[in-house]
């Protein structure tokens, strides 16, 4: 191996770092997260028009690049990451509204600790719950019922 050459610890890391790289770039497509390729296209771009302007004057151009080339690259970054910007401002979810006295009214449901009574009866049939509520009942209720333990998500109705 001569001085010039890579060590095989730095061929490793790089390696690794391309591949986390590669499947960064993936996730970002099959999540078809659109803001974060624009992004990334243009701060593409923007590398190609200044770190390694020179290289690609001298491989594509030899030494003599089109008049209106840069430019154009420049235009393109630019308009990525207006493009990206349009993506985020239209994808932002829309910041929730204060609630009403008609939300607050529909509410009643939700007691916390204060107990339930026969005129939150309209509540209870508007949740739907009387299918659920019959076969608890049923299921308590019955003979060779002995033990039970109810679980359910929590705010799904089980201290209701």
């Keep these: 191996m001569t001085s010039d050459s890579p060590s095989p610890a730095l061929i490793q890391q790089t390696t690794e770092t391309a591949a986390r790289f590669i499947q960064w770039v993936a996730t970002l497509i099959r999540q078809r997260n659109w803001f974060m390729l624009l992004v990334l296209l243009g701060v593409g771009l923007a590398l190609?028009?200044?770190?390694?302007r020179e290289w690609i004057n001298q491989q594509f151009f030899g030494g003599a690049t089109p008049a209106g080339f840069w430019p154009?690259?420049?235009?393109?970054?630019?308009?990525?990451f207006a493009g990206a910007l349009a993506v985020a401002i239209a994808t932002l979810p829309k910041p929730a509204a204060a609630p009403t006295?008609?939300?607050?009214v529909e509410r009643k449901a939700i007691k916390a600790l204060r107990p339930?009574?026969?005129?939150?009866?309209e509540v209870f049939s508007q949740l739907q719950r009387q299918a659920s509520l019959r076969d608890s009942y049923a299921a308590v209720t019955a003979d060779r019922y002995r033990f039970g333990i109810l679980m359910g998500a929590?705010?799904?109705g089980k201290t209701s």
Excluded: E, K, N, P
């Design 154 to 156: 929590s705010g799904c």
């Design 101 to 104: 006295a008609a939300d607050l």
């Design 48 to 52: 190609l028009g200044s770190v390694f």
């Design 72 to 80: 154009s690259i420049w235009t393109a970054v630019v308009l990525m």
């Design 116 to 121: 339930f009574g026969r005129q939150d009866a």
